[in-house]
């Protein structure tokens, strides 16, 4: 479920860049059997598309990273930082990727708490 769009366009060389960012909200299946709970959690992640008008043709990049946390603030933050600096989906999992170490760990709490 999309739960927050920034949309930025740039005309570059003749080009129009429509960039959609996205918060993606999912259900992610705990690995064990959790008492009391549904065995998920909701997680969060991004999605950037940009359509590329040029010379009367439309070219479309998508990319996507799941369950980065489990903390909507925080993905919300990386969303717009990526936002800000116009990150590409081609450069969206080597961005996200360094960032990843400091956000799993909310994944492992709530998986932690919903087994205790």
Do not use: F, W
């Amino acid at each position: 479920m999309i739960v927050e769009n920034l949309t930025k366009t740039l005309l570059e060389n003749g080009k129009k860049y429509t960039y959609n960012y996205r918060l993606v909200k999912e259900k992610a299946l705990l690995p064990i059997e959790a008492p009391d709970s549904n065995n998920a959690i909701d997680t969060y992640g991004i999605a950037i598309e940009v359509e590329i008008y040029a010379e009367g043709r439309i070219e479309v990049l998508k990319n996507h990273v799941r369950d980065i946390s489990s903390k909507q603030s925080k993905v919300h933050n990386l969303l717009n930082c990526l936002y800000e600096h116009t990150v590409s989906p081609v450069h969206l999992l080597e961005v996200v990727e360094d960032e990843l170490d400091k956000y799993i760990v909310d994944c492992n709490e709530e998986i932690y708490s919903a087994v205790n």
